[in-house]
Structures are given as structure tokens and as C-alpha cells.
């Protein structure tokens, strides 16, 4: 059986990948940065190790209900403490590569979720 993704025309989706960027809607993006189902915005972090508490903190004006962070090509996870004011408000958080993001993003998009992609390169 195949299975089609139905793309929403009216809400960001990754379209690609590579090693320093992602697509959005066939856009291609460079750098940090937020992506949501209706908007794209620039992250402070330039890499990994750059993460800060209020990296995280600042997600909460956009109120997701869970925010994917994608950590480049490998998976690395934060220390809780960065992640911490997203849990206290019961914001999921998953780490994963890049390209995991990238699917599960647009899955959860399809399913109208309200879902923010945090994307950082190695």
C-alpha cells in the first residue's frame, strides 16, 4: 500500500534537507531558526553547545504544544535544565536529527498540531 502525504498548502512544511539547511515550502533556510505551521522566525543559537535556558524560555510566547529540536545530523539531547521552563508549562520537548524533524514535523502539521521545529546545525 502507498501512502501520500497531503501537503497543506497554507502551512509551512519541510520540503528538504541537507547538512546547514532545511526547506520550508521549497525555501530554503539557513542558520537557526523556529519553524511553526504559519510562521518562521530566527533562533539565537549558532550551534549545540550554544543552547541557553533562554533559548527555550523564549519558545513560550509562540505557545506550542511541543516543540521538536532538531540537533543537526546526530541526536543530541539538552540538559534538562535549558528545557526546563517548557516542561514546567507542559510544552513537550523531543530531541532528534535533523532529517527526523523534518518528518515528524509535517506529520504532526498534517494532524494540525500545533508544533514548533527548533533547528540547529552541527
Given at each position: ?65 511541543v516543540v ?12 534538562p535544565r ?41
Amino acid at each position: 500500500m502507498k501512502l501520500h502525504a497531503d501537503k497543506p498548502t497554507h502551512l509551512n512544511v519541510f520540503t528538504g534537507y541537507g547538512a546547514d539547511f532545511v526547506s520550508v515550502n521549497q525555501q530554503r533556510q539557513t542558520g537557526s531558526l523556529l519553524v511553526m505551521p504559519t510562521g518562521i522566525f530566527p533562533w539565537r543559537p549558532k550551534n549545540f553547545a550554544d543552547l541557553q535556558e533562554e533559548d527555550f524560555a523564549a519558545m513560550l510566547e509562540h505557545q506550542p504544544e511541543v516543540v521538536l529540536l532538531g540537533t543537526g545530523s546526530c541526536l543530541q539531547f539538552p540538559h534538562p535544565r535549558l528545557t526546563r521552563t517548557l516542561v514546567q508549562a507542559q510544552i513537550g520537548v523531543d530531541a532528534m536529527d535533523v532529517s527526523a524533524l523534518c518528518r515528524t514535523f509535517n506529520i504532526l502539521v498534517a494532524e494540525d498540531r500545533h508544533v514548533m521545529a527548533a533547528v540547529i546545525f552541527d
